[in-house]
């Protein structure tokens, strides 16, 4: 069974840089971090120590208000530091990496043979449920749900995205083998969102409801595939996998073993070569930036663009990021910039203030500048053209603003997550942060109805 969605709201941003399909070797860090920042609404309580000893899959923190939800060592090695922040917080859980890794055997089985129970117990044991995400508010699922659908999305149409065809390549089985995995875990459908303009092997994989989708972005977005399939109303849950953690999932049912490896994109136009490289989650990525980045003058982004976190040359990357982006640094002035027309031929602009627009096919170097400061917010109906949701994305994040619980509901704060505001942040003219006022908006909403 297939369906169709074509997203007609949205916005392309084609950036210079992408990343190349072909793959360059990095040689392995002395240092990966499991960081709970990268875990939205987790309290963790620690199960080791400075000095400890850990394998690939050992334990190394749990959620406090959960203990079935676990996160474990992508590395073999030592714990070399607790770092912590004010009030002791716990930022970052640093592991020194020994030469060669050994894993934790969870023991290998064919996940379409065990109960419900067995699967989500494997999954649970083995870290690989931080993978599996919950929509309302875009944060870890609790394993005690039973969802009403899971989707998982195998493309994405953000700046410089990964293509996941080619980082998945070889993968094929086990992200078969992860998708037979998450069909036990619901009573209803697996949803499989594939790039209708790209033949994959996405679109011949079983137990699965295939949704070919076109348009513009969001239209990789989870959230947008759900809006069109099944919308997320109050009560309900919705769960959410990425295509490389699908894979991650499935290889643990096939070997026994938890394999945070994968295939990231170093993509944007300070990148020397962009192409891909085989990391793993929390890796330490300074040698891999040293040898390949235009560190002067840069903006180093684990993740894409809209949506990713800014971080430093011996940083670590996240968790779910599956692209590092770089860019220039927006530290200088346009001459003239608040004139319209000012620049036309080099400036990306969605109202088509600038004549770089006519040329559809056109690559932008774009920094970081926002281009002015923070202003009124008005009504101009811009935010509309780039949310496909059916939703109104100015009333809601006004209602966020005001912490009104009752109006935030009705205008559908239970459909969306920060990424579907990502464009709202990129073309805005109030410049406002919408995907912080929506984070906080759903924090409200956990806080006071759960």
Known sequence: MSQDIRVKKGLNIK??????????AVSRSDFYAIKPTDFHGITPKLTVKAGDEVIVGDVVFFSKGNDRIKFTSPVSGTVKEIKRGA??????????????????????????????????????????????????????????????????????????????????????????????????????????????????????????????????????????????????????????????????????????????????????????????????????????????????????????????TKIQVDDFLGFYDNVITVIPEGDKYRFFGWLPFVGSSTIHSFSKTSFAWLNSGKEYDLNTSLNGEERALVVTGEMEKVVPLDIYPLQLLKACIANDIEKMENLGIYEVAPEDFALVDYINTSKIEAQEIIREGLDLMIKEVG
């Open 87 to 308: 009030k002791r917080k716990v930022l970052a859980v640093i592991v020194e990496s020994k030469p060669e890794d050994q894993f934790k055997d969870f023991g290998a089985a064919n996940p379409l043979s065990l109960e419900k129970e067995a699967v989500l117990e494997k999954i649970l044991e083995s870290g690989s449920f931080a993978y599996v995400k919950q929509r309302p508010y875009d944060i870890i699922a609790n394993p005690k749900d039973s969802p009403k659908a899971i989707f998982v999305s195998s493309f994405d149409t953000a700046p410089l995205g990964p293509n996941y065809a080619f980082a998945l390549k070889g993968k094929e089985e086990a992200f078969q083998a992860g998708i037979n995995a998450l069909s036990k875990l619901t009573e209803g459908a697996v949803n499989l969102s594939v790039d209708a303009n790209e033949a994959s092997f996405f679109s011949k994989i079983e137990n699965a409801n295939i949704i070919n989708v076109s348009g513009k972005h969001p239209a990789g977005n989870v959230g947008t595939q759900i809006a069109a399939i099944s919308p997320v109303n109050q009560g309900e849950r919705v769960w959410t996998v990425s295509a490389q953690g699908v894979a991650t999932i499935g290889e643990l049912f096939l070997t026994g073993k938890y394999n945070p490896t994968k295939l990231v994109a170093l993509a944007g136009s300070q990148v020397k070569k962009p192409q891909y490289y085989t990391l793993s989650a929390g890796q330490n990525i300074k040698s891999l930036i040293e040898e390949n980045v235009n560190v002067k003058g840069s903006r180093i982004i684990s993740g894409n663009v809209l949506t990713g």
């Open 15 to 24: 950036l210079k840089g992408q990343a190349a399909m072909t793959t360059a």
